[in-house]
């Protein structure tokens, strides 16, 4: 009964790559978010997510950052032309419901280092 | 401003000791959850609590819900070197928030043997 998987653990990009950022849900749950986590500001919402919609992305900058969760394969964040203040520690979290009082699995994140 | 201000930021107690983390905003919530961060690990869910006055027990921690819905506690007692971690309390603002978990800073432990 696997939890949440996040890949890659750790990610090195250089300025101005592109990091995908994968994230498969707990089996049976069909609701993912994304959340950032800097050493300075904590855990911040970023992207909700169901299959095929993007629900809320309140929490994503405008530009450079996408997110998509296909009918089938694993969610994925993309941060396109990275800069070095992207670099922080990415969690995905689902849950089988839209309701948080059922709880979130987070995993264990990607910690993606801009060089 | 944080909407959920957690305090104190820092705690470094001996093995034995009691704790209370506090948990404060001037919103109201429809629940609040407090979890747990080790490092290079994410948040792990310790409790949800959702109705206004509500106590719940998980072994030697006690979580109580403000009778407003606008803060909460956690409390250990007799910590151990294995409680030592990041604990983080988090709340959906409600109405149609469903999905955005915003978190408090946190309040990183640390239990001495």
């Known amino acids: 009964n696997a939890g949440v998987m996040q890949n890659p653990r750790h990610l090195v990009r250089r300025r101005g790559q592109e990091a995908r950022l994968r994230c498969s849900p707990m089996k049976g749950h069909s609701h993912v978010y994304w959340y950032r986590q800097l050493p300075e500001e904590g855990l911040k919402f970023m992207v909700y997510?169901?299959?095929?919609?993007?629900?809320?992305e309140s929490g994503m900058p405008k530009e450079r950052f996408s997110a998509e969760f296909p009918k089938e394969g694993p969610s994925i964040l993309r941060i396109q032309q990275v800069v070095r203040g992207d670099s922080a520690a990415y969690f995905c979290a689902s849950s089988p419901s839209d309701r948080s009082f059922y709880g979130y699995t987070f995993g264990s994140g990607t910690r993606l280092t801009v060089v | 401003t944080q909407l959920l201000e957690q305090s104190p930021q820092f705690l470094s107690i001996q093995e034995g000791e009691n704790l209370t983390v506090y948990c404060n905003s001037s919103s109201v919530f429809s629940s609040l959850q407090w979890y747990r961060q080790e490092p290079g690990e994410g948040p792990v869910l310790l409790v949800t609590?959702?109705?206004?006055?509500e106590v719940k027990k998980l072994k030697r921690l006690t979580f109580q819900f403000g009778d407003a819905r606008k803060d909460s506690s956690l409390h250990i007692t007799a910590a151990q070197p294995g409680d030592t971690g990041l604990y983080l309390c988090?709340?959906?603002?409600?109405?149609?928030?469903?999905?955005?978990?915003?978190f408090g800073q946190g309040t990183i432990l640390t239990v001495h043997p």
């Open positions: 997510l169901q299959k095929e919609n993007i629900i809320d």
């Open positions: 988090a709340a959906e603002v409600g109405g149609t928030s469903y999905g955005k978990l915003t």
């Open positions: 609590v959702v109705t206004g006055g």
